[in-house]
């Protein structure tokens, strides 16, 4: 059913590339399964409608029989009224449950509430006009070049040196916004192996499309190895 629901937007889409549709982490696929769940909610919505709608404008239409005819003015139908009300509150109920726990789970929060996590890859990452800079836990730093273990939980620590940035990795999870000021904790939950590329999302000056890097996904073992543990 889901395949069916999807096959009119990939004839419209048909040669895109839509990444956040293709994860490659827990945290991205979580977030790629609202897409569709929301997706599949809202064309179960627009079928009912059109079915209706179709139905209506055939039953209604004008014929010899009754062109000359007035249709009876009716009050309306408050068994309706109720139906649709309680249909569309169920909806929003259904498509809530999974947004809410989802997001809550995922939204970023500011350092001082975070609980250290022992077994998790820290990160600390700096957006600065136009580059970014990846820091690991032995000190050792990368410019537009993110490398971290694939199949771990990566905590990272985002931080701005001057305006707003957005940290996104398509394939890996959403945006996140880097402040100035402030530092906020993101992560990503068991990414799969693979090179990925990142960016800024947010538009921070003249040379915006400047601020792209690569995320690279290895194995622990080449993980460690690269790291010099």
Not at 134 to 156: D, H, M, Q, R
Request: charged share 20%.
């Amino acid at each position: 059913m889901k395949k069916l629901l999807t096959i009119p937007l990939f004839l419209l889409l048909a040669g895109c590339d839509i990444t956040v549709l293709n994860a490659k982490s827990e945290t991205g696929q979580d977030q790629a399964f609202l897409i569709w769940f929301s997706f599949g909610l809202m064309m179960v919505v627009l079928l009912i409608v059109f079915v209706l709608f179709a139905r209506f404008v055939w039953k209604y239409r004008e014929t010899s029989l009754n062109k000359d005819t007035l249709p009876k003015d009716v009050k309306g139908n408050k068994k309706l009224e109720i139906t649709w009300t309680t249909l569309a509150v169920l909806l929003l109920a259904v498509l809530a449950v999974p947004t809410v726990a989802i997001t809550y789970n995922q939204s970023p929060i500011l350092s001082s509430s975070e609980e250290t996590e022992q077994s998790a890859v820290h990160v600390n990452v700096t957006g600065q006009q136009y580059f970014w800079t990846f820091s690991y836990e032995n000190g050792k730093e990368t410019t537009n070049k993110l490398i971290i273990p694939a199949n771990n939980t990566i905590v990272f620590h985002l931080k701005s040196k001057d305006v707003i940035h957005s940290f996104w990795i398509p394939k890996l999870a959403g945006k996140t916004d880097v402040l100035p000021g402030k530092e906020l904790i993101y992560k990503i939950v068991n990414p799969e192996e693979g090179t990925y590329e990142g960016q800024c999302a947010e538009f921070c000056g003249v040379q915006h499309t400047k601020m792209q890097f690569t995320t690279e996904v290895v194995s622990i073992a080449d993980y460690e190895e690269w790291l010099g543990k």
